[in-house]
């Protein structure tokens, strides 16, 4: 499983008589998509709590690159997470790691990502 950052745009459904954000084509290319427990890391660092917004939700813009930009302030070098193995009492799993600088590098695309939705008035939603 996986959780992607994209820019949308609310755009009213009469079909659901509600507002609904929808993907901003020109952005996908900035798109960030993780891991969930990658997600869990990165998210855990800009304030939000994955398993409270319960794994998707939205944020405008300018609140999302503002959490971005603090995160990237005061975020400690990520020094990675080697593979392990999982104790399970039965079946082997196998937990593949973090390579050293994944938040940074993860953040400095979700910056991009943000900036981008700032300059064209779209808000970022993940899920």
Known sequence: MSVT????TRT?????????LVSVP????LEVNM???????????LGIDLEEWGWCGGLPAEDFLGRVL???AIQPSDE?????EVPTGGARWIECGRRPG??????AQLHELAAWAVEHGAEI???
């Open 5 to 8: 950052f994209t820019a949308a």
């Open 12 to 20: 009213f459904c009469p079909e659901f008589d509600a507002d609904m």
């Open 26 to 29: 020109e952005a996908e290319e």
């Open 35 to 45: 891991s969930n427990s990658n997600a869990a890391v990165v998210c855990g660092s």
């Open 70 to 72: 603090v995160a990237l």
């Open 80 to 84: 990675g997470i080697p593979s392990h």
């Open 102 to 107: 994944y938040i940074q590098e993860r953040l």
């Open 125 to 127: 939603d993940f899920g």
